[in-house]
């Protein structure tokens, strides 16, 4: 079963930007479609951008349409999301998740779909 590990958080102004890593261990990385989740205090989870198997698919919420791009490595065994023109707002933990889908084209966006999730790396956006 792949395990995930995020990196790549930190504290950084509005209009600035980041990039956070998830790294997978285990077998066949690339059988996995990829996802990154948020969580704020007192919010509800939220899927902000997934990444199918073959990362030609991509799906992203509205609210990081434009300003995130999610990408693949399959090489690396590493998703990536990098993040620009970050707003106070984008503040949360920030989470990978895989899910084996069956489609090397679909990419989930319910975290329903996910069944492997990483320890979560903290964002925060001053403004």
């Known amino acids: 079963q792949v395990q995930l590990v995020e990196s790549g958080g930190g504290l950084v102004q509005a209009g600035g930007s980041l990039r956070l890593s998830c790294a997978a261990s285990g077998p066949t990385f690339n059988n996995y479609a990829v996802g990154w989740f948020r969580q704020a205090p007192g919010k509800e989870r939220e899927s902000i951008a997934a990444i199918s198997r073959s990362g030609t698919t991509t799906n992203y919420a509205d609210s990081v349409k434009g300003r995130f791009t999610i990408s693949r490595d399959n090489a690396k065994n590493t998703v990536y999301l990098q993040m620009n023109s970050l707003k106070p707002e984008d503040t949360a933990v920030y989470y990978c998740?895989?899910?084996?889908?069956?489609?090397?084209?679909?990419?989930?966006?319910?975290?329903?779909?996910?069944?492997?999730w990483g320890q979560g790396t903290q964002v925060t956006v001053s403004s």
């Open positions: 998740a895989a899910s084996r889908a069956a489609n090397r084209d679909y990419a989930p966006v319910l975290s329903s779909q996910y069944y492997t």
